[in-house]
């Protein structure tokens, strides 16, 4: 729901959703294990298997998640709950992942689709104009491209899996490196395989709701569930297996392979159908693998692209980037973020001299932005996780974090990349700031406090129709005329309450033998008949209670909560200090007791 009320409509269901993800996260396959050969050549299954176990830890992360941010779970609404300086750090992150991701996917497709290597850049360049133009009309609704696509790609996969499947051997495989360091820093080299879920993360506030849940209190869990767990299935294993596959080459292939790396399921697809089939129809199935894949890839540069735009935009709505960034265009696209969106992929395709040099950036900004939202959750006091998701969470946190510090420290051109993104981030909003008269002012944490939008909720005044209020008197006193005047205002009922005080106590049935009645109680009639008159000429339901108790306070809270009133009035006691300490004060003891949620109001 945005400010104004207004619900956007659900209308995704879990099935697209998981084709959304499919697109993005489902395609990192196509490159990943050729990157781990040419990182371990033949010792890189255990690094694979190693990468698809932290994916499988981050699906399951995401779901919780998608679960506990029913509208929106991407890291700029996780992270602003903590801090709106975090929640812009990892948006910066996400922002340098869809860039990479734009420029790496349209590369890998040129490779799919088989162009030269000579001619590979430029195409890759045409390509991402060419995606920036479509994007210059509008949305063209990539999910539906990505959705058409998923059950070919999920088919190219499990052909290429039942086709290895008779030559799978292990007797090519080579003993990993015995130090930790360099295992590590060679799985680190290769988690190429997280981006996508932060993607299905904001689409939380379009899904489809869980049955039982409504727009006002909304549960999405089942359908968040149910479009990450295949998807995430489906990368784990189908991964493991092809990097299974690409082991089981002969070890003479060794050259070819690290030739072929950044197309790997296309040259999976010719080697094993060749097997199979022979010669030609290998080559059928391999140009067959490159187009789907291809195009595949190229849904996901125009998914990342229109990420980029989105993410640029709602930055700016949010005073976090300079104003101008929000202009439209004649179609309704913002036309600065649309040039940075092609423009900046675009230059690290001509800085690049091939698809491993752009996956050298490609992990610390996904990895930075994941961290940083699972960080934001685990440390969020306010969250109601289970004590388990919690646990779970920070682990994985932990591993992710200790990931960016390797990438950090091992990967200068990636460091590089992301401190030049952070820069020219935070310098433009800086400039933002500046520009829009707002200026950074430090103050102690109760000052803080209490000058928070969110803390003014609680003072919003409450003038919903239909608020019933109790009033308890025992005389024609002046509460009653402004319990009166406040039922009208809030058109609402008034419950007239007279308890009265009965201190004899009447064991057995002998306390229920007849039913009380204010009619027969002259105190109590002087006080209902004229209030019942007096509703009728302004226009209040008036509706007389008449209780007789030993414990007068404990008969206000007992009716106040079942009846379920907004408010409770009473008036201000005028015993005696005798009588208040050997009988005690009726309105401090129901002050006491009386539920949160029921306002208390005492007239003096």
Not at 135 to 161: C, D, E, Q, R, T
Not at 178 to 198: D, M
Not at 413 to 442: P, S
Request: hydrophobic residues 50%.
């Amino acid at each position: 729901m945005d400010s104004t009320g207004i619900h956007r409509p659900r209308n995704v269901g879990w099935a697209r959703a998981a084709a959304l993800l499919y697109g993005d996260w489902g395609t990192s396959k196509a490159y990943v294990i050729g990157l781990a050969f040419v990182a371990a050549g033949f010792s890189s299954l255990p690094i694979i298997i190693a990468v698809c176990v932290l994916t499988g830890l981050v699906g399951i992360n995401y779901i919780i998640v998608c679960k506990h941010f029913p509208d929106g779970g991407g890291v700029y609404s996780a992270a602003r709950e903590q801090s709106r300086f975090l929640a812009l750090l990892g948006s910066l992150l996400l922002l340098a992942d869809f860039m990479v991701t734009a420029a790496m996917s349209c590369w890998d497709a040129m490779s799919y689709f088989g162009v030269n290597l000579d001619w590979l850049k430029l195409a890759t360049i045409v390509f991402i104009v060419l995606v920036g133009a479509i994007n210059y009309f509008g949305p063209k609704h990539s999910g539906s491209f990505a959705f058409v696509l998923a059950i070919p790609m999920v088919l190219v996969v499990i052909s290429i899996i039942v086709l290895s499947a008779p030559h799978l051997t292990l007797t090519q495989l080579q003993r990993p490196h015995e130090s930790f360091r360099a295992n590590w820093v060679a799985f680190v080299g290769v988690i190429l395989a997280l981006s996508g879920v932060e993607a299905v993360a904001n689409l939380t506030g379009v899904m489809k709701l869980d049955a039982g849940s409504t727009p006002e209190h909304p549960n999405i869990a089942g359908t968040a569930r149910k479009a990450i767990w295949p998807v995430c299935i489906e990368v784990v294993f189908g991964t493991a297996l092809l990097g299974w596959a690409m082991l089981s080459l002969p070890s003479r292939l060794g050259d070819t392979i690290k030739e072929r790396y950044a197309d790997m399921l296309r040259f999976l697809g010719e080697y094993y159908g060749t097997l199979s089939f022979g010669v030609h129809a290998g080559q059928i199935i391999g140009v067959a693998i490159g187009l789907i894949v291809g195009l595949l890839l190229l849904s996901a540069v125009n998914t990342a692209v229109s990420a980029m735009i989105g993410l640029i935009y709602m930055l700016a709505r949010d005073r976090e980037m300079p104003q101008p960034f929000t202009r439209l265009n004649s179609h309704g696209v913002p036309w600065l973020p649309l040039a940075v969106a092609t423009g900046l992929p675009i230059l690290l395709v001509i800085l690049s001299d091939d698809l491993d040099s752009l996956a050298d950036m490609y992990a610390i900004g996904v990895v930075g932005a994941i961290t940083v939202n699972l960080g934001s959750c685990c440390f969020n006091q306010r969250l109601k996780l289970k004590w388990r998701e919690r646990a779970f969470m920070m682990v994985t946190f932990a591993i992710l974090f200790a990931v960016e510090i390797t990438i950090a420290k091992t990967k200068p051109a990636a460091l590089f990349f992301a401190m030049c993104v952070l820069l020219v981030g935070f310098g433009l909003r800086w400039w933002a700031m500046k520009h829009a008269g707002f200026e950074t002012l430090i103050v102690n944490r109760n000052i803080a406090a209490a000058v928070q939008p969110e803390n003014l909720v609680n003072f919003r005044p409450n003038l919903t129709a239909n608020q019933c209020i109790l009033v308890a008197a025992r005389g024609l006193t002046p509460v009653l005329r402004y319990a009166l005047e406040e039922a009208q205002l809030r058109k609402g009922n008034l419950y007239v309450l007279f308890v009265k005080e009965l201190a004899v106590a009447m064991p057995g049935l002998l306390a229920n033998t007849t039913r009380p009645r204010w009619q027969d109680d002259p105190e109590a009639a002087s006080i209902m008949a004229p209030m019942l008159e007096l509703g009728h000429q302004c226009g209040v339901p008036v509706i007389p209670l008449y209780a007789v108790s030993e414990n007068p306070s404990g008969a206000i809270l007992d009716l106040a909560a079942t009846i379920g009133v907004d408010m409770l009035m009473l008036g201000s006691p005028h015993r005696s200090g005798l009588v208040k300490l050997l009988k005690g004060d009726i309105v401090t003891r129901v002050a006491r007791n009386l539920p949160e949620n029921i306002q208390l109001i005492i007239q003096g």
